[in-house]
């Protein structure tokens, strides 16, 4: 039988064979001189100051040693936690299924890319389904809840033919995961997550669940309102869901509208004056623009309203509908009159 022995890297254990013997080397020629030099034994001027040059020399190249091997660490930290990161958010592709797509968050703590916010857009047999939700709290605390309710929303996708089962997935995969948590640590007694899973079906039809999210606002020609007026269900964590899960009817997507899709920090941002940012106002200047384009607009007028660091998550994805073939133009009808739709009022993390 023949045995193969595998081969750790070199580079790594002689880094940290030098990050260990090169302070003990400096110590130990620090106290070799003190020790054993004679000019270290005398107490003239000139002996103390060259004593102090050398403590003093030995002392900065420990610290600079130390800041390097701490940086070194820092780097390769963040690089392996923006890794996991980007898998967990992954990037959406420009199209899926004939809609037009943009998506980007921006985390409010300063040690993660991501937060408590979630999307993701996947095309199915179904049409293209689509999730975005707003976890309690922000930053890496909330990665966990976040990674639980997409693993299990992109699985249910495929196998639930409505989006009632998907959100059934995502109650049970919710309650699984704050459940183990409590087990361990007893700090998720109190989680939930607002969530929005929205189906837009080969024709343009569209499919809405609303557990207390924001509703998206439909960009169609110059009029930007509120896709629906339901009231949303309770955010999915601290109350059962309903028997029926039919959701309201939300007409069509038409060819050339849009759909923009975002979390609550965008809408409670606050300027240096207390005062709230204004997306149906950024959104009406940007209306006729590519998904890209008015995804700019809105994160450049947010930062220029909050500055650079927001103070709470923020998540936004646009849908174009680029798709030749559509309905007529009296197909898309909302389950009330958008005029009486009121402005989201969400306030949850």
Known sequence: MMCFKAAVPRTGSLRRVLS????????????????????????????????????????????????????????QARQVAGTAQSVLLRPLPPRIDGL?????????????????????????????????????GHGLAAIGTAAAVLGSFREAVHDEPDLGGVLRRLDRALARHLRERAERDGTAAEEFVTVLLLEVGPDGELSALNCGHPWPYLLSGSVVEPLSCADPMPPLGPFPLPADL????????????????????????????????????????????????????????????????????????????????????????????????????????
């Not at 941002?269 to 623009?289: C, Q, Y």
């Open 100 to 136: 037009a797509v943009a998506a980007a968050q921006m985390s409010a703590d300063r040690g993660a890319t991501i937060g408590g916010d979630l999307y993701e857009a996947v095309a199915t047999g179904h049409g293209v389904r689509v999730v975005m939700g707003d976890v309690r």
């Open 246 to 349: 039919s959701g309201p009817g939300c007409g069509h997507l038409l060819p050339g509208e849009s759909l923009v899709l975002y979390t609550d920090g965008a809408e409670d941002a606050r300027d240096a004056h207390g005062r709230f940012f204004s997306l149906p106002t950024v959104l009406r200047e940007a209306v006729h623009g590519t998904p890209q384009t008015v995804l700019g607009a809105v994160l450049t007028a947010l930062l220029n309203h909050t500055g650079p660091t927001p103070t709470d998550d923020v998540a936004l994805l646009v849908l174009q509908n680029t798709r030749r073939h559509g309905l007529g133009s009296g197909a898309r009808g909302t389950a009330r009159p958008a005029t009486t739709c009121p402005q989201p009022t969400t306030h949850l993390t």
């Open 20 to 75: 260990m013997g090169l302070p003990t080397l400096w110590g130990a020629v620090a106290v070799t001189y003190k020790l054993t030099c004679p000019l270290a034994q005398q107490h003239g001027l000139g002996a103390r100051a060259v004593t102090s040059a050398v403590f003093f020399a030995v002392g900065t190249g420990l610290i600079l040693h130390v800041r390097r091997a701490l940086l070194r660490e820092l780097r």
